[in-house]
């Protein structure tokens, strides 16, 4: 049979790390194996639904390279892929139960399971439902849901045995039944469940693994007894392990975890945090951790996964950013940084942001940028027409700082020595020049760079300065030392 999975998020929010990763695994999965990886939104639990979600679901997928074979946009041959929209068949399906007597209908109010709780966690007993209602005569049930009696559905779980299952990572997990209460299939407002909701679904889509977190464990040998009773074969369960966060605790925002589209906003290729999440409890061998997508579509199968947690770690995911930024080839990375001004840049920028002038100033931080989001500081002032001067004491290195009245000359100097090289403002010249004149003051080339750094840029950290000014060119840059020289002056008299 070929391969077919699925990720079937709830559009109640963006999707968390834990979730995308094990979309990203069943994804990799699919497409090692040549089967068709599919996008189904499971709303059944309506008031939960989060207006825009499904769209930043698709987005989210979308902008990691996750591309879909079946779902909500692409249609397919087993739609439709939102469960809303599939009541009949759950319908079906509850009555297929019931007709065969897998399941009954139950009367409890919210007040009756509400009392039955407390009466079970004041005698120290596990909680679940009692099964009051499993044994009614089913016609009599039948004639009160007919007069509107509101009431649910229930699979009757087998009292007696044992229900075993096979996990493709955990091997084989087994559950004695009479620990296992009579769940709920249908609700009172005729919306299934996800636990009659996903085996209806996933037998009518073919899907072959149902890849879900490990919290899911505990459900499955009900969720394959609703499988047998319906007549179906069970797919291959893979309860993938929790993501836990540095401490050791349930990972949160406070471990730097956030939603797939918050790591796009802060400027991280999608690249990185696939091949970050990928290997996040799987590896290739005991030694690689920059994989390309090719390479993961290649060696990734889901039987492979390690069932131990796996611990989040925001430095190493900044680190392999970085290394992605320096591996792209250089237009590819001055494309991506101009994408990131158009979006990042004051309004008063001109739109789009002149590419040329990005591919000039590439190589001069690819080294230093490691989110996108800081190319914009890095860079702001290769657009402005006009730098606003920095505070005073910006301009100050080591030789100044006792003596900051001899910072405007200083700057003064810098200024009619550069004033020259109007004609031939290259790096080597610039160099020079400056480097000559530290020597003849009698102060630190650094800190002479750093007054025409600040005067140039108005601010401290920058590219590097020569190089910088070239970009900027003698009028921009005469311009400014010369403003911030009478900033100098100002409050620094001689």
Request: include cysteine; hydrophobic fraction near 40%.
């Amino acid at each position: 049979m070929s391969v077919r999975v699925r990720y079937a998020p709830s559009p109640t929010g963006d999707p968390h790390v834990g979730n995308i990763r094990t979309a990203i695994w069943t994804w990799l999965h699919a497409r090692r194996h040549g089967g068709a990886f599919i996008l189904r939104i499971e709303d059944t639990d309506q008031s939960r639904a989060v207006e825009g979600s499904v769209e930043r679901i698709e987005d989210s997928l979308r902008w990691l390279g996750l591309d879909l074979d079946e779902g909500p946009e692409q249609g397919g041959d087993y739609g439709p892929y939102v469960q809303s929209q599939r009541l009949e068949r759950y319908h079906a399906a509850s009555e297929q139960l019931l007709a065969d007597g897998n399941a009954y209908r139950c009367f409890c109010t919210p007040d009756d399971l509400r009392a039955m709780r407390e009466r079970q966690r004041a005698a120290g007993r596990p909680q679940g439902y009692e099964g009051v209602c499993r044994d009614l005569d089913a016609a009599r049930a039948a004639a009160r849901a007919a007069a509107g009696e509101s009431h649910v559905i229930r699979f009757r779980m087998p009292r007696d045995g044992v229900t075993v299952f096979s996990d493709l990572i955990r091997g084989a997990i087994r559950y004695e039944n009479r620990l296992l209460d009579d769940l709920v299939l249908l609700k009172s407002d005729g919306f299934p469940t996800y636990h009659l909701a996903h085996a209806v679904d996933d037998h009518a889509m073919a899907i072959t693994h149902v890849t879900r977190g490990d919290e899911w464990i505990p459900s499955t040998p009900r969720h394959v007894r609703i499988f047998e009773a319906l007549g179906h074969e069970p797919p291959t369960y893979v309860h993938t392990p929790v993501i836990l966060g540095p401490d050791g605790g349930k990972l949160s925002k406070r471990h730097g975890a956030q939603s797939v589209l918050d790591y796009a906003a802060e400027g991280y290729l999608p690249e990185a945090l696939l091949n970050f999440l990928a290997i996040m409890g799987w590896a290739l061998d005991d030694k690689t951790e920059i994989l390309s997508a090719a390479e993961m579509c290649a060696a990734f199968d889901l039987a492979d996964l390690n069932p131990a947690p796996a611990g989040f770690n925001s430095e190493k995911l900044e680190w392999m950013n970085g290394v992605y930024m320096r591996q792209l080839p250089e237009a590819d990375l001055a494309a991506r940084f101009a994408e990131r001004l158009d979006r990042d840049l004051p309004e008063s920028v001109t739109r789009p942001v002149d590419g040329g002038l990005v591919e000039q100033f590439t190589p001069l931080i690819r080294e230093r940028v490691k989110l996108l989001s800081e190319v914009a500081e890095l860079t702001d002032f290769f657009f402005a027409e006009d730098v606003p001067v920095a505070e005073p004491g910006e301009f100050l290195g080591r030789s100044f700082r006792r003596e900051p009245e001899r910072a405007a000359p200083a700057l003064a100097a810098a200024t009619a020595a550069l004033e020259g090289l109007r004609d031939d403002w290259r790096t080597e010249p610039l160099e020079a020049a400056l480097r000559s004149l530290a020597e003849e003051l009698g102060v630190r080339a650094g800190d002479l760079f750093m007054l025409c750094r600040v005067g140039v840029t108005g601010k401290r950290v920058t590219p590097p300065l020569f190089e910088t000014m070239e970009i900027v060119g003698p009028a921009a840059s005469l311009a400014r030392l010369a403003a911030a020289e009478t900033a100098l002056r100002a409050a620094y008299p001689a």
